[in-house]
Structures are given as C-alpha cells and as structure tokens.
C-alpha cells in the first residue's frame, strides 16, 4: 500500500475548563501508513453525580456502561480505561486514517517520588488483525509526571493517549491492551474493525473533540484532539466541540451546509442547527459542529449530522455519534431520570419529583431553576453546595465502599457522609479489640447536634447505622432539606 506523505508536527495545546485545564496536550502526526501517538493530561475538576431507585442508581454507579452503551471502547481489567475510534480520508483512495484515543486514570498507575514531582510510567500495545500492511503490532511506552501525591491518586480519566494509523478500507479486528510499568496490572479490550473507504459523496461521522482545525488536504492530518469519551459536564463546558469532513464536490444549485440534530434519552430532538461547510479544495470539505450544552441537557444523547448539499438527492447523507453529558467529570453519564436520582442526598423529594416531571425540552430551564433555588450563595452559574456533594460523592466511593455490587455512597457511612460532610470526630470504642466480634463507629456532627453510631455486627466491614442513629440522620435531613 502506498503511503500518504504526512510532515512531523507537534502542538502543545491548553485548553481553560472553569477550575482545570487541559494540560500539555500535544499532537504528534507520524511519516507514512505506520503510526503515530501522543500521551496527554487533562487536570482533574470538581466531581458530580445523579440517581433514581435503588436498582438503577447502583447501575449508574457504573461509570462504564454508559459507555459500553454509546459504542465506546471499554477495557477491562485492573487498569481500566475508556477510548474511541475515529476514521477520516487517506490521501490516497485505497487509505482511511483510524485515530484511536484512549482515557485512563492516575490511579490505575504506579506513581514513585522523584525529587518534588512523582512519575508513572505504562505501555499500550496495539495489535491488528489481519495485519495493516506492514503494521501488525505497535508498542508505545509512556510517562506520566504530576507534581503532588493528591494527583497520583484522581479516579477520573486525566490522561489521553492518541495513536493514528494508515489502513485499508476493510474488516478486521484490533486487541488494545495497556499495562502499568510499575506493577503487573493490566486492561484490556478486543473490538472489530469496520474501516470505512471514503469515495466521493461520503462523510465522516461526527468526531468529538476538545480541539480541532480543518486542514488543507487529504494529505494532511487536521490538527485533532479528541474527546475519547465523547463527554462533556453541564456545570464545565458552554459547547461540545465535533469535526466533521465530506469528499466529492457540491452538488449544484446545493445548499453548503450540515444539518445538525441532537436527540436526547427520551428518544425526542432537543436541538436543530445548520452550519456552513468550509470548502479546502480537492473534494474536501470540513466543519466545526458546536452543540450549546445549556440547550441539550443532560444523558446519553446523539448527535445526527446530514449532508445539505447532496439535498437534491431525496435522502442527504447522514452519520451519527454519542454524544455524553454529565453534571460533571469524572461521574457516570446515563438516562436523566438516573442521573437525577444521585441527588437524593442532596435535595427535598418534592424538588427530585419536580425535576423528573420535566418535559425534555424543558430539563435545561428546570435544571436552572434548581441551581437558583437550591443554592446557598448568589455566585452566578456556580452552586457551591452542589459541587460539594458531588465532591463528597466521589470521595465516598473511594472511602466507603464494601462489596463489589454497592458504591461506596450508597452504603450507611456512604450517605451521611455524602449529605452532611466530614464529621468532626469519627470515635472507634472497640475498633482496636480483636477480641470483639462486632465494632461500632460514632460519628459526631457538633453543628448538627447529632451523633450517628455505626455497627460492623459480623465483623466484615458492613457497617450499619444503628434504628435510633437512623431515625436521627432522617430528622436531620428534614431540617436541612433544600
């Protein structure tokens, strides 16, 4: 197979997201069909969440099946990450350019000290089959630097590694398996591969991005950084940006633009857009879709792009991708009525059932209304007290958890802790006594009042709040309610 002619470039590129950036993110576009990749990091933002029932909020604690359900790559193992795959045109007809992106945590890594910084280091093997020309297999070893411990530890996804390919157009399949350098931890993924060729009167599917630039020719790579969990956070981001490319010329007497509709978990269009193509010249066109967050709410949504310059034809082409929005980073992306049911913690039962009877053309509105109402500042566009619960969310989780089926803010220290926040002192009486089969905890909330006491009854690590302690953290919550 021949092989496009690309120039080496390399971009470091920041990106502001309210507190966090993205961080050092640099773009390396490789010579010839064999490859390329760039490891990067996203700083670390305040984390939030959502529910429903029982059942379904324990689902959602899941991170990854959101995921899983918008056709993502999920790998599994002990180092478990998130990625996609993206296709755009070769400079050749017979070559289709396959960036595959992955997202992983510090966590999943082995950090050690050097000096005042801390490193980690993993490797990502990519294997091809039936082999790509002459690439069957890429190895890539990686370092990551972050300059505290706190850093070492963050559960959301910070770091994106970007490998680019040269490929036929075909079938095949490809194994992703990444491993940290500092133990034998691993993860995994196998997915088929349906590499698309892209003659005249094609288009690419939407490709979400945190940066991107058109670029010139098929001979050269567009300047892209993508969004690997094709996520974006009400509270962050004003617009989820997505690149989209079409081949062949216009068709004359043709509008020159790209119908954008985005559909949301109900299954109903929450937004319509037209936007202009950009002409490059060769058969090449590009554009830069921009959906406004405030306006297409929260859930699994799905992003429609159609060709309007092929409308003389009775059906334009049309492609598709996920399009994921979250309360925040970090936290699982699933149907609205799940994500409002991680409030439960957080706000009054009336204001939840409200929040639920809205119509999806109206969640944006009534999310709105919910900030105003339930925040204790007059700090605009920011409810300090719900970044707060969904920081203690997320710390819950990591702190609490019990068994492999519950989250840790879903178990009794879980929820007090995520409602009412650090005690002020955590009392043991016997924790120390080997000798006593059943423990007991006491939490004590001075600016409650209140004492919560906690009993592991069969010594397993289940804690469980006491019927009086229970009754007490109920009557707290009436008094607070928001």
């Not at 670390?44 to 990854?64: K, L, M």
């Not at 370092?143 to 490929?167: D, H, N």
């Not at 990444?178 to 997915?191: F, K, L, N, P």
């Not at 929005?325 to 609205?336: E, K, Q, R, Y």
Request: neutral net charge; glycine residues 8%; proline residues 6%.
């Amino acid at each position: 197979m021949r092989a496009a002619t690309w120039s080496r470039l390399v971009s470091p590129v920041r990106r502001a997201m309210d507190s966090a950036r993205l961080r050092e993110l640099v773009l390396v576009v490789c010579v010839g069909s064999a490859a390329c990749h760039h490891s990067a990091r996203t700083e670390p933002h305040a984390e939030v969440a959502s529910q429903g029932g029982v059942d379904s909020i324990a689902r959602t604690s899941d991170p990854r099946a959101g995921y899983r359900r918008a056709g993502l790559l999920v790998g599994s193992g002990d180092v478990p990450f998130v990625g996609s795959i993206a296709y755009v045109a070769g400079a050749l007809p017979d070559s289709t350019v396959m960036l595959i992106d992955l997202s992983l945590s510090d966590r999943s890594l082995t950090f050690t000290r050097e000096g005042e910084t801390y490193r980690a280091a993993y490797d990502v093997v990519l294997e091809f089959t039936p082999s790509v020309g002459a690439v069957r297999r890429i190895a890539t070893h990686e370092q990551v630097r972050v300059g505290s411990f706190p850093e070492t530890t963050r559960e959301e996804e910070s770091l994106i590694y970007q490998q680019v390919v040269s490929l036929p157009p075909g079938r095949g399949a490809i194994a992703i398996s990444i491993r940290d350098a500092g133990s034998t931890r691993t993860g995994v993924v196998r997915e088929p591969l349906s590499v698309p060729r892209f003659d005249d009167g094609t288009m690419t599917s939407p490709i979400p991005a945190f940066r991107a630039r058109p670029r010139a020719s098929r001979d050269k790579l567009p300047e892209l950084v993508v969004n690997p969990r094709a996520t974006s956070v009400y509270s962050r981001d004003s617009v989820a940006l997505f690149y989209l490319e079409a081949y062949g010329p216009s068709s004359e007497g043709a509008r020159e633009t790209v119908q954008l509709r985005v559909v949301g978990d109900s299954g109903v269009v929450v937004f319509v857009d037209t936007v202009s193509w950009i002409e490059a010249g060769g058969k090449l066109r590009s554009a830069l879709l921009r959906i406004p967050i405030s306006r297409v709410g929260f859930g699994e949504l799905s992003l429609s792009a159609s060709d309007m310059s092929s409308a003389q034809s009775a059906s334009p082409h049309a492609t598709s991708a996920p399009l994921l929005v979250s309360f925040a980073d970090g936290l699982p992306v699933s149907s609205f009525e799940d994500m409002v049911g991680m409030l439960r913690f957080f706000a009054s039962s009336e204001r939840l059932s409200e929040l639920r009877a809205l119509s999806p053309q109206d969640r944006s509105k009534g999310w709105s209304a919910f900030l105003e109402a339930t925040d204790p500042t007059t700090t605009p566009r920011e409810n300090e007290a719900l970044r707060a619960y969904f920081a203690r969310i997320v710390d819950a989780n990591a702190r609490f958890r019990e068994d492999d089926r519950t989250p840790g803010w879903l178990t009794d220290r879980g929820m007090v802790f995520s409602a009412l926040g650090e005690p002020d002192n955590m009392i043991a009486p016997n924790g120390s006594d080997g000798g006593q089969r059943s423990a007991v905890q006491i939490w004590d909330y001075q600016r409650y009042h209140t004492r919560f006491t906690f009993v592991d009854r069969a010594g397993f690590g289940r804690w469980r709040l006491t019927p009086s302690s229970e009754a007490d953290y109920h009557a707290v919550m009436r008094r607070i309610a928001r």
